[in-house]
């Protein structure tokens, strides 16, 4: 029987490049991006014979299909994060993170894929999700206040893969991340904020009075599960998932006390926020400790000692060399048009 191939697409970002870290040599792969971000040249994949790299975009559906061809399992990440997006890029976030999922979906169900595994997010819980599970409400924003588009695209992601599932007999299954962090995090987060700030001097911005509280999950924690999901798909068919580390809980405020004494010197100041902000975001993970036999390993400490180490190494790059990386990468791989 041949290797299972598996298409990853966000497969360039920071979750995606982690979770190809580790299936590598396991499965054949085809990471799929369109480079808006892109944290695979900070890896040495590319470098593998089993890895074969797709630039596209997810809203184009002749490429979905193309891609999916022979595929066995897709797993979804490719998405526009970010709370900044979300207010600058309202209407695009919607499109890629609601009709790319479609796109994929069709082309999934048309080729045969035999599961999809589709990456939510623990904002469909709205800004109170304290020891939230699976089944817990879905209480979102108003539809007036931007900040809740992200929320909404991934809601109806979810929606619309366990409906596909269930219509084309594949097996779907939806996985809510809460709040994961690691090396190689690009774009918007409060630990890459928080580090990226103290190691070039500059002080770390918290808004408001820092009392909202988050469950941090080491990226390696999550991918764990990805791939306990992958192995078992009989486990997780028709299932949502919270996957984070409910016992590694801190207000931003604490985590930015934590990476000040990791990085001596660092001012922390207080800064004004208008925007809607999400009070609590810890999960209850019963569920995946029971039926994927789930389990973070990674505490907090470790964690930002890890990232911290890394982003120290790549601050350089971070600042300066990041947009000329992605160029240099992006020539090197074959385009589908």
């Given at each position: 029987?041949?290797?299972?191939?598996?298409?990853?697409?966000?497969?360039?970002?920071?979750?995606?490049?982690?979770?190809?870290?580790?299936?590598?040599?396991?499965?054949?792969?085809?990471?799929?991006?369109?480079?808006?971000?892109?944290?695979?040249?900070?890896?040495?994949?590319?470098?593998?014979?089993?890895?074969?790299?797709?630039?596209?975009?997810?809203?184009?559906?002749?490429?979905?299909?193309?891609?999916?061809?022979?595929?066995?399992?897709?797993?979804?990440?490719?998405?526009?994060?970010?709370?900044?997006?979300?207010?600058?890029?309202?209407?695009?976030?919607?499109?890629?993170?609601?009709?790319?999922?479609?796109?994929?979906?069709?082309?999934?169900?048309?080729?045969?894929?035999?599961?999809?595994?589709?990456?939510?997010?623990?904002?469909?819980?709205?800004?109170?999700?304290?020891?939230?599970?699976?089944?817990?409400?879905?209480?979102?924003?108003?539809?007036?206040?931007?900040?809740?588009?992200?929320?909404?695209?991934?809601?109806?992601?979810?929606?619309?893969?366990?409906?596909?599932?269930?219509?084309?007999?594949?097996?779907?299954?939806?996985?809510?991340?809460?709040?994961?962090?690691?090396?190689?995090?690009?774009?918007?987060?409060?630990?890459?904020?928080?580090?990226?700030?103290?190691?070039?001097?500059?002080?770390?911005?918290?808004?408001?009075?820092?009392?909202?509280?988050?469950?941090?999950?080491?990226?390696?924690?999550?991918?764990?599960?990805?791939?306990?999901?992958i192995a078992r798909p009989e486990a997780a068919v028709g299932q949502s998932f919270n996957i984070g580390n409910?016992?590694?809980?801190?207000?931003?405020?604490?985590?930015?006390?934590?990476?000040?004494?990791?990085?001596?010197?660092?001012?922390?100041?207080?800064?004004?926020?208008?925007?809607?902000?999400?009070?609590?975001?810890?999960?209850?993970?019963?569920?995946?400790?029971?039926?994927?036999?789930?389990?973070?390993?990674?505490?907090?400490?470790?964690?930002?000692?890890?990232?911290?180490?890394?982003?120290?190494?790549?601050?350089?790059?971070?600042?300066?060399?990041?947009?000329?990386?992605?160029?240099?990468?992006?020539?090197?791989?074959?385009?589908?048009?």
């Amino acid at each position: 029987m041949r290797n299972r191939r598996i298409l990853i697409t966000g497969g360039a970002g920071f979750i995606g490049t982690h979770l190809a870290e580790h299936l590598a040599g396991k499965y054949e792969l085809i990471l799929l991006d369109n480079f808006r971000r892109n944290s695979l040249q900070s890896t040495n994949l590319l470098e593998h014979e089993g890895i074969s790299i797709v630039e596209a975009d997810v809203l184009d559906q002749s490429a979905m299909f193309d891609v999916t061809e022979h595929v066995d399992v897709v797993v979804h990440l490719a998405a526009i994060a970010g709370v900044n997006s979300y207010y600058e890029e309202s209407l695009r976030t919607l499109q890629v993170n609601i009709l790319g999922t479609v796109n994929l979906l069709e082309a999934s169900a048309r080729r045969g894929v035999s599961q999809f595994i589709d990456f939510s997010t623990s904002e469909v819980f709205g800004p109170d999700a304290m020891w939230v599970t699976e089944e817990s409400p879905h209480g979102i924003g108003p539809v007036s206040d931007r900040r809740w588009v992200y929320a909404a695209s991934k809601l109806a992601s979810e929606h619309f893969t366990l409906r596909y599932g269930e219509q084309y007999g594949f097996s779907c299954t939806c996985v809510r991340p809460f709040n994961i962090y690691g090396p190689r995090q690009t774009g918007e987060g409060a630990i890459g904020n928080f580090l990226r700030a103290a190691l070039v001097g500059e002080p770390l911005n918290v808004y408001n009075d820092g009392s909202p509280i988050r469950a941090w999950c080491y990226v390696t924690d999550i991918v764990e599960a990805i791939a306990a999901i992958i192995a078992r798909p009989e486990a997780a068919v028709g299932q949502s998932f919270n996957i984070g580390n409910p016992r590694e809980i801190e207000t931003t405020l604490g985590l930015a006390r934590r990476i000040a004494r990791l990085v001596p010197g660092t001012e922390i100041c207080h800064v004004r926020m208008e925007r809607a902000e999400v009070r609590a975001r810890v999960p209850s993970i019963e569920k995946a400790q029971r039926m994927l036999g789930f389990e973070p390993k990674i505490d907090l400490d470790e964690g930002l000692r890890r990232t911290l180490e890394w982003f120290s190494r790549r601050t350089s790059d971070e600042n300066c060399g990041h947009r000329s990386g992605q160029d240099g990468v992006a020539a090197r791989l074959p385009v589908r048009g």
